[in-house]
């Protein structure tokens, strides 16, 4: 059973059609992503998975559980954890604060002080920052505290839209590495981007979308020598 | 790292005794008159009611005009119980207390029960078994029959409930009242009719922002502002339903109980509470739904939870100010509650800083004690005057000072305690200790 499958998935904004007909999956321990032009429905599939919109039509089955009428709230609790794009930090929180906002859903204290330590292994950059107010970070620091504090729910799925969004080029490497090593300690990730070289080179699977559909699949490292996805995503 | 580690609590408290005992030895001691002595009390109901709409619009980030309702509905509720209690004008000296107890039980109960019974759950399953054959609309009002039937049903339970309510608190709260010695059973009453105040306005609010909240931010300071506009409306022509409020005449012979004393003990209890509300882990999620709406929602927050949690507690604090305020005076007046006056919990706030509890506060004190006093500094035929100085005022401190005089920085106990070394874990890794030392120095 995987992880969370995606069903032939119909979203709009009203009677705009944002989504229609997407299906994919991801097993266990995966990095998934999700690539394609703007427009094309990534940041809207994300949000349906994390409960924020509803779908017209289909289905998110997680775990083999429908969660398409679950609230945003026990979806987090139910182990999926949504990093939104361009990173929405608190910013009149101190970091500290931001990473235990993160931990909102968990009750025990001590577990979320272990979450804590582990978050500030991957992000030592977030330790020397913590008693600082978020809006005073820079976007790489933004987007590791964002990361930080998808983290503290302790998800089994973790959904990046964008990580690499507005960041100097060797901040980019640095988040995906870091993505990878989050990976490496058993989170699946789905990942969402526009920079779809980076993003193929992490993952294990890919889904090419157009406008709101699913136009190709398969294995990243395949997708990224694919002569029609080089064209169109990679330059 | 800090060179005194006194408990932030401490100064707090001896500025708070020493402004508690200064004015009343200035008052004993003929320092000051006893009209200074009640603006006093004005001010600190003033940062009351401030407060709670700095939790609602510093803290939560919803624009609300409508305080100045639930501060109305405090003054009268607690109004009618206490002037019962020394007129009987409902028949017993506990009836309108009885009868406010009953009927909040009884709208409570209503809205517990609804919550039971899962409405939307009860639409999905009509919505899917009808869905093959029904159109979108055609099931909207298929559903419309048992909801609205449902809550005819609920509505009828909670008359019940509040009449049963009634019969069993209306003689034992005559009996407390008749059984105690006159000066006890003042004070219960009083404290009974101040904690009612507090509780219907928050229940009005609670209902009032079931809907509203769901409004985007502007629309919802409008459609408070509405709300405002029907509390005085309603109270303008109150006298056609409890001939007692008197309507656009005022209400008069309410008991004058409020003291320095009373203002002060409830003063401190509210901002006891709100501010250990802001500091738990509901008050930091309440921030983060001012900061941002969808990155709290994808923390797993309730936004609209949060959002009518605030809004309640917001109208309680309005609500017990209203309740201290109408036994300051002993006379109310709807004109006291016009949407004008309902924008100077607003000034306050947003002059105090929106977000800090210690910039409401003495911006409640401070607005309050300046436009009073400048009544006495200025020369006389030149009074009218202080309402050309005040907004002068409020122009250059939002010229220079646009986020107020606090901003969202709080002082003594107030302020967030930065957690002790010991209580920020820090992962095992070696080097982080000297950036670690550098990092901290420029905060």
Known sequence: ?235 | MRKLSLPSWIPTLIVGLIVFFGVLYARDNGHISAYRYQIFQIAVIASISALGLNLIYGFNGQFSLGHIGFYAIGAYSSALITKDYQMAWSGSRAGALAWMMAGQFGIIAGLALIRMLRLDRLRRKITQSTSSYLKEHETRMVCLLPVLFIVAAVIGLGVVATLGAHALLDPGLNALVEGLSDNVARNVIFVLAILNGGTMAALVAYLVGLPLLRLGSDYFGIATLGFAIMVFTGLQNSDMVIDTMRGARGMVAIPTWTTWGWVMATFALLVFLMRNLLRSSHGRAMISVREDEIAAQSMGVDVNQLKTMAFTVGGLFAGVGGALYAHLYGFLHPSTFNIIRGFDPLIIIVLGGLGSMTGTILAGVGVVVLIEELRVILPQGFEDWRFVIYPIILLLVMLLRSEGLMGTREWGWFRTPVPPERDIPLSTRQPATPATAASSEDV
């Open chain 1, 1 to 235: 059973m995987p992880l969370l499958q995606v069903e032939d998935l119909h979203v709009a904004y009203g009677a705009i059609r944002a989504i229609q007909g997407i299906s994919f999956h991801i097993e266990a321990g995966e990095i998934v992503t999700l690539i394609g032009a703007n427009g094309a429905g990534k940041s809207t599939t994300l949000r349906t998975v994390s409960g924020l919109l509803r779908p017209m039509q289909g289905d998110v089955l997680y775990q083999g559980r429908s969660i398409t009428r679950t609230s945003p709230e026990r979806i987090v609790k139910m182990g999926i954890s949504q990093v939104p794009e361009g990173r929405l930090i608190f910013s009149s929180l101190t970091v500290l604060e931001n990473l235990e906002m993160g931990a909102y859903t968990r009750k025990d204290k001590n577990e979320i002080r272990d979450t804590m330590k582990q978050v500030f292994t991957s992000f030592p950059r977030l330790e020397e920052r913590r008693t600082q107010l978020g809006g005073t970070l820079s976007g790489g620091e933004q987007q590791m505290l964002a990361m930080g504090r998808g983290l503290m729910s302790r998800p089994r799925l973790l959904l990046l839209d964008e990580p690499s969004m507005g960041l100097a080029p060797i901040l980019v490497d640095e988040i995906f590495e870091i993505i990878k090593t989050i990976n490496a300690q058993g989170t699946s990730i789905l990942l969402v981007e526009q920079n779809a070289a980076m993003a193929l080179s992490v993952a294990d699977r890919a889904y090419v979308l157009e406008t709101g559909r699913t136009v190709l699949e398969g294995d990243a490292k395949e997708l990224l020598h694919n002569p029609e996805v080089r064209e169109a995503y990679l330059g």
